[in-house]
T-cell receptor
Framework: EPEVTQTPSHQVTQMGQEVILRCVPI?????FYWYRQILGQKVEFLVS????????KSEIFDDQFSVERPDGSNFTLKIRSTKLEDSAMYFC???????????FGEGSRLTVL | GIQVEQSPPDLILQEGANSTLRCNFS?????LQWFHQNPWGQLINLFY???GTKQNGRLSATTVATERYSLLYISSSQTTDSGVYFC?????????FGTGTSLTVIP
């Protein structure tokens, strides 16, 4: 069964460092998303991406964050200068249709020290 | 933004018991999904159910979109059902997650 894959599964970084989280969405999906979940809290929307551009973003997705689809298969989330409060599980998701059924990857746990 | 509330927040069941989890949402939505977050943090799709009723084994779900709620039924619960159950509703090309129901099934 097709699945969304994410790397790394866990990353530890120092405050102020840049982090790139990678995702390979399901191959025929057209819509891509990043969500995050701070430990013990609910899952929060960060950004949606379609046709090589951002279609929606939340208040969380400020100038420190950026997304890219560099090569037609990968979908990346970059955090330019990490803060302690960026520590969270980051989930990538994809769907075939706009607001269609979401399929999530296993998540990348980011720990900022 | 849309509010998504789930109840109960916590639930402890004896193995074999049945339960009903509820998801209320504050505005019209286009779609709704139920997820199970297992103890390893993975989000597992349970149902994509904008309306109507679906069943998958011991689990079933019903969404009444006009009344802005959805129910997830778990029958004959097993210890592997433990985890957090989230509903997520879609509006404006974003899914909004509820606060979750944390389920513990004890043997």
């Amino acid at each position: 069964e097709p699945e969304v894959t994410q790397t790394p599964s866990h990353q530890v970084t120092q405050m102020g460092q840049e982090v790139i989280l990678r995702c390979v969405p399901i191959s025929n999906h057209l819509y891509f998303y990043w969500y995050r979940q701070i430990l013990g809290q609910k899952v929060e929307f960060l950004v949606s991406f379609y046709n090589n551009e951002i279609s929606e973003k939340s208040e969380i997705f400020d100038d420190q964050f950026s997304v890219e689809r560099p090569d037609g298969s990968n979908f990346t989330l970059k955090i330019r200068s990490t803060k302690l409060e960026d520590s969270a599980m980051y989930f990538c998701a994809s769907s075939w249709l706009a607001a269609g059924e979401l399929f999530f990857g296993e998540g990348s746990r980011l720990t900022v020290l | 933004g849309i509010q998504v509330e789930q109840s109960p927040p916590d639930l402890i069941l004896q193995e074999g018991a049945n339960s009903t989890l509820r998801c209320n949402f504050s505005d019209s939505v286009n779609n709704l999904q139920w997820f199970h977050q297992n103890p390893w943090g993975q989000l597992i799709n349970l149902f994509y159910i904008p309306s109507g009723t679906k069943q998958n084994g011991r689990l079933s779900a019903t969404t009444v979109a006009t009344e802005r709620y959805s129910l997830l039924y778990i029958s004959s619960s097993q210890t592997t059902d433990s985890g957090v159950y989230f509903c997520a509703v879609e509006t404006g090309n974003q899914f909004y997650f509820g606060t979750g129901t944390s389920l513990t099934v004890i043997p």
